[in-house]
């Protein structure tokens, strides 16, 4: 799940490494073109399957309504938007509305390809495109939602500011990401398997160690809970919360644009 931004003059973090930011938008997208066929089996993988949890959990705190137009930036191969789609339609048939809309946006095009090969539901429609250069109108969709991707972006105030800037009066904001496990057993057991065996699962399966190996070291780049809480307000956020996940291995941050 990528998206990146196409700045100048500025450097973001590739890893461990800082660079310039548009030479970021360069390499990020060279390793999801080369990870897009393998990535659903290596995200089961690498979280012996626990990341469907999250997602689950992430999407019922989105609560997708019918009616609704919902944009899933990031959104990769779909593992969010079909969720999306089927709670959406679930409450249709409960209460009745409108078909909800859901878009996947994705800044790789390797990972769209794989996402529709994969299938989608009714309601999910396809596009590449910038998370920080939003190919929508402002105040324009319900809820915003971007999971295990914003830390691939080259600037992530302006990918903040972007979602700030489409979303409706009384939009949702929904962020599900790798975060700081809040305790130092989880801390020390994630990172042995983070650093030791992620990297070695990817070159077996997918033949690409490097590729890992930058994810990896993008997650502890990540900033922690409260810091990320704190960009997302100053974004225009409002009532931002924090939900932590398997002991603050990932978590999800929400807010409103009121």
Same mark, same amino acid.
């Given at each position: 799940?990528?998206?990146?931004?196409?700045?100048?003059?500025?450097?973001?973090?590739?890893?461990?490494? $800082?660079? $310039?930011?548009?030479?970021?938008?360069?390499?990020?997208?060279? /390793?999801? *073109?080369?990870?897009?066929?393998?990535?659903?089996?290596?995200?089961?993988?690498?979280? /012996?399957?626990?990341?469907?949890?999250?997602?689950?959990?992430?999407?019922?705190?989105?609560? &997708?309504?019918?009616?609704?137009?919902?944009?899933?930036?990031?959104?990769?191969?779909? *593992? #969010?938007?079909?969720?999306?789609?089927?709670?959406?339609?679930?409450?249709?048939?409960?209460?009745?509305?409108? $078909?909800?809309?859901?878009?996947?946006? $994705?800044?790789? !095009?390797? #990972?769209?390809?794989?996402?529709?090969?994969?299938?989608?539901?009714?309601?999910?429609?396809?596009?590449?495109?910038?998370?920080?250069?939003?190919?929508?109108?402002?105040?324009?969709? *319900?809820?915003? %939602?971007? %999971?295990?991707?914003?830390?691939?972006? !080259?600037?992530?105030?302006?990918?903040?500011?972007?979602?700030?800037?489409?979303?409706?009066?009384?939009?949702?904001?929904?962020?599900?990401?790798?975060?700081? &496990?809040?305790?130092?057993?989880?801390?020390?057991?994630?990172?042995?398997? %983070?650093?030791?065996?992620?990297?070695?699962?990817?070159?077996?399966?997918?033949?690409?160690?490097?590729?890992?190996?930058?994810?990896?070291?993008?997650?502890?780049?990540? &900033?922690?809970?409260?810091?990320?809480?704190?960009?997302?307000?100053?974004?225009?956020?409002?009532?931002?919360?924090?939900?932590?996940?398997?002991?603050?291995?990932?978590?999800?941050?929400?807010?409103?644009?009121?």
């Amino acid at each position: 799940m990528t998206e990146q931004a196409t700045s100048s003059g500025k450097t973001s973090s590739f890893g461990f490494r $800082d660079v $310039d930011a548009t030479e970021k938008v360069r390499m990020v997208r060279g /390793v999801f *073109d080369s990870v897009a066929s393998s990535y659903d089996l290596m995200n089961d993988l690498m979280s /012996v399957g626990v990341h469907r949890l999250w997602k689950d959990a992430a999407a019922a705190k989105l609560n &997708p309504r019918p009616g609704e137009i919902i944009l899933d930036v990031a959104g990769g191969t779909g *593992d #969010m938007a079909r969720r999306y789609a089927k709670m959406a339609r679930a409450a249709q048939q409960r209460r009745g509305g409108e $078909d909800a809309s859901i878009i996947v946006l $994705d800044y790789n !095009a390797e #990972m769209i390809m794989a996402g529709v090969d994969k299938g989608g539901e009714p309601e999910m429609s396809w596009t590449v495109g910038d998370a920080m250069a939003l190919p929508l109108a402002d105040a324009s969709v *319900d809820a915003y %939602s971007i %999971s295990f991707g914003i830390r691939n972006v !080259a600037d992530i105030p302006q990918a903040l500011a972007e979602a700030r800037r489409v979303l409706k009066p009384g939009g949702r904001f929904l962020c599900l990401e790798f975060s700081r &496990p809040t305790t130092a057993p989880v801390r020390k057991v994630y990172d042995a398997w %983070s650093f030791k065996a992620i990297p070695r699962i990817g070159g077996w399966v997918a033949d690409d160690r490097d590729s890992y190996q930058y994810l990896v070291e993008s997650i502890r780049r990540f &900033p922690d809970q409260k810091t990320f809480k704190t960009m997302i307000e100053a974004a225009g956020f409002s009532r931002v919360t924090v939900t932590n996940l398997s002991g603050g291995i990932a978590a999800i941050h929400h807010g409103w644009a009121i």
